[in-house]
């Protein structure tokens, strides 16, 4: 399984950081030259953003380094698709833990079956236990966490993605935290591996601020937030019943 660490060609101090910890992990890894945003709107992808849906979605405007994050994801995705084997994806900004390579090859022996797994750290998901890894655990998370600083995508899920992005209405981990619209649960691999460094307040995207809203834009955004809600209630009831045989 390939790794690729997302990163801006001229990020000299995250890529050694990132790329020492790997090489002392002993995993093998290539850079991937990540699009800023003015490359991404330069490439055709102004005329692909819904600006009201992401209005709705996150209460505010996007930013040009969020349609840049969207399109470096989005074109592994379809390396991945390509290339029909799983990939491992990481933003530059991590630390590792010494159990990392071992998650790695946990993963590899486990993302065909469940087509995606994060190893990073969160704090708000939901999950249940699936099955044991080693000694490792998979769950599958029944509320998913925000960011994709490192996760595991086969080419089924990666088809899906690219497809249901042909049209930019959120940024990059909030269109994959709402799996119910591409029908595939989303599963991590516990006790995490990969965590934020000292690097990650230092974000690429800058400050993301709220954006004005009128009283119909303001209850469009209640009620769209609520109808995520049942819809997740919904998908993690099919995905138990099928899992029960129910």
Not at 100 to 107: Q, S
Not at 180 to 204: I, K, Q, R
Request: aromatic share 8%.
């Amino acid at each position: 399984m390939k790794i690729y660490i997302i990163s801006l060609p001229g990020a000299a101090s995250r890529r050694s950081h990132s790329a020492g910890q790997l090489q002392d992990a002993n995993v093998e890894f290539e850079f991937f030259d990540a699009h800023t945003g003015q490359q991404a709107l330069a490439n055709g992808y102004e005329g692909r953003i819904d600006h009201k849906r992401w209005l709705l979605d996150t209460g505010r405007d996007s930013t040009p380094a969020e349609i840049g994050c969207f399109s470096s994801h989005r074109a592994l995705w379809a390396r991945c698709v390509e290339m029909d084997e799983p990939l491992m994806i990481m933003e530059d900004d991590f630390d590792l833990s010494d159990r990392f390579a071992e998650a790695v090859h946990e993963t590899e022996r486990a993302i065909d079956k469940f087509g995606f797994i994060r190893l990073q750290t969160e704090r708000r998901a939901r999950k249940r236990k699936v099955q044991r890894c080693g000694d490792m655990t998979l769950v599958c998370y029944t509320k998913a966490p925000h960011s994709l600083m490192c996760y595991a995508i086969g080419p089924r899920l990666a088809r899906s993605l690219v497809d249901r992005t042909e049209t930019m209405d959120a940024p990059v981990d909030v269109v994959v935290k709402k799996y119910w619209e591409f029908d595939h649960a989303l599963y991590g691999l516990m006790p995490y591996s990969v965590d934020e460094s000292h690097l990650s307040p230092d974000s690429c995207i800058p400050s993301r601020l709220k954006t004005k809203k009128n009283l119909i834009t303001g209850i469009r955004r209640v009620t769209t937030k609520m109808s995520w809600h049942v819809r997740r209630i919904r998908f993690n009831f099919s995905q138990s019943s099928r899992s029960t045989g129910s």
